[in-house]
Nanobody, 116 residues
Framework: QVQLVESGGGSVQPGGSLRLSCAAS???????MGWYRQAPGKQRELVAT???????NYADSVKGRFTISRDNAKNTVYLQMNSLKPEDTAVYYC???????????WGKGTLVTVSS
């Protein structure tokens, strides 16, 4: 059974930090993993991705503030979020590719709220 389980979301004041984790299980040939987010009334958007080899890609809006990393032995991806802003408020979704499937796998999401 394929599972992507996110954790680490919550409420934080502007300027604060959070670390999201996503553990994948049941995925054969796992490839790139990433984080996306969806704010109320907006489309889901890319936050950051990371390949098996560690190459990363970030949305311009989070460059310099967020860091994506992964532990290949644990099939886990992390997102360290610093200097959080109210506009970072969204549901954050974990995503994982597999070389054996066309469509990626998605987690159920974890809510991040940045508010004073």
């Amino acid at each position: 059974q394929v599972q992507l389980v996110e954790s680490g979301g919550g409420s934080v004041q502007p300027g604060g930090s959070l670390r999201l984790s996503c553990a994948a299980s049941g995925i054969f040939g796992i490839g790139a993993m990433g984080w996306y987010r969806q704010a109320p009334g907006k489309q889901r958007e890319l936050v950051a991705t990371i390949t098996n080899g560690g190459s990363t890609n970030y949305a311009d809006s989070v460059k310099g503030r967020f860091t994506i990393s992964r532990d290949n032995a644990k099939n886990t991806v992390y997102l360290q979020m610093n200097s959080l802003k109210p506009e970072d408020t969204a549901v954050y979704y974990c995503n994982a590719d597999s070389r054996y499937t066309i469509a990626p796998y998605w987690g159920k999401g974890t809510l991040v709220t940045v508010s004073s």
